[in-house]
């Protein structure tokens, strides 16, 4: 069974870079059957996918437009993880974060617990 | 990008109801539509993917139907766990989607 650990600062003041890490058991974060994905949810915007990244005999990362030029997903293969950047942060970015697992491109079937992040001074 | 829109927003049923809630997206989507049921202070878990094809542990009182621009979910016999969140996504077009939820509450 795939388990996502998120770790990573519930608090992040604004312009700096938000960072938060999803450590993976149960799969190889190389796998050429899944893609792992970064999620947002808050009250104004509902769930919003980011971004994703995948190995497919070479690594694709994809972005969302609205984060576009601000996101870095990073694949880890030495510690089987990946991560998730996000610069010049404002209270808009305020949300639950969570990254996820896309089994063969069908379904969702793993997610992380779920990270507050709040932009604030 | 494919628009998802759900319907209701809110809907108010009774233990032992049976519930539709109503996906519609932008575009033909085939039949690639997940359900997802999410509770307070937990991410969605996966109730329905394909459309139709229901998840590995989830009660055959949730069901699916539907292709390409307008889907349902359906729960029969409304249990109280089942008090919660519904969500529509859609995987198969870039960039993935979701739909606004359907807040189910108890009448």
């Known amino acids: 069974q795939v388990q996502l650990q998120q770790s990573g600062p519930g608090l992040v003041q604004p312009s700096q870079t938000l960072s938060l890490t999803c450590a993976i058991s149960?799969?190889?974060?190389?796998?050429?059957?899944?893609?792992w994905y970064w999620i947002r949810q808050s009250p104004s915007r509902g769930l919003e996918w980011l971004g994703r990244?995948?190995?497919?005999?070479?690594?694709?990362?994809d972005y969302a437009v609205s984060v576009r030029g601000r996101m870095t997903m990073n694949p880890d293969t030495s510690k089987n993880q990946f991560s998730l950047q996000l610069t010049s942060v404002t209270p808009g970015d305020t949300a639950v974060y969570y990254c996820?697992?896309?089994?063969?491109?069908?379904?969702?079937?793993?997610w992380g617990q779920g990270t507050l992040v709040t932009v604030s001074s | 990008d494919i628009q998802l829109t759900q319907s209701p927003s809110f809907l108010s049923a009774s233990v032992g109801d049976r519930v539709t809630i109503t996906c519609r997206a932008s575009?033909?989507?085939?039949?690639?539509l997940l359900w997802s049921q999410q509770k307070p202070g937990r991410p969605p878990k996966l109730l329905i993917y394909?459309?139709?094809t229901l998840q590995s542990g989830v009660p055959s009182r949730f069901s699916g139907s539907g292709s390409g621009t307008e889907f349902t979910l359906t729960i029969n016999s409304l249990q109280p766990e089942d008090f919660a969140t519904y969500y529509c996504?859609?995987?198969?077009?870039?960039?993935?989607?979701f739909g606004q939820g359907t807040k189910l509450e108890i009448k």
């Open positions: 996504q859609q995987l198969n077009n870039f960039p993935p989607s």
């Open positions: 996820a697992r896309v089994h063969s491109g069908i379904y969702y079937d793993s």
């Open positions: 149960g799969d190889s974060v190389s796998s050429n059957s899944a893609a």
């Open positions: 575009q033909g989507i085939a039949s690639y």
């Open positions: 394909a459309a139709s």
């Open positions: 990244t995948y190995y497919r005999s070479k690594w694709y990362t």
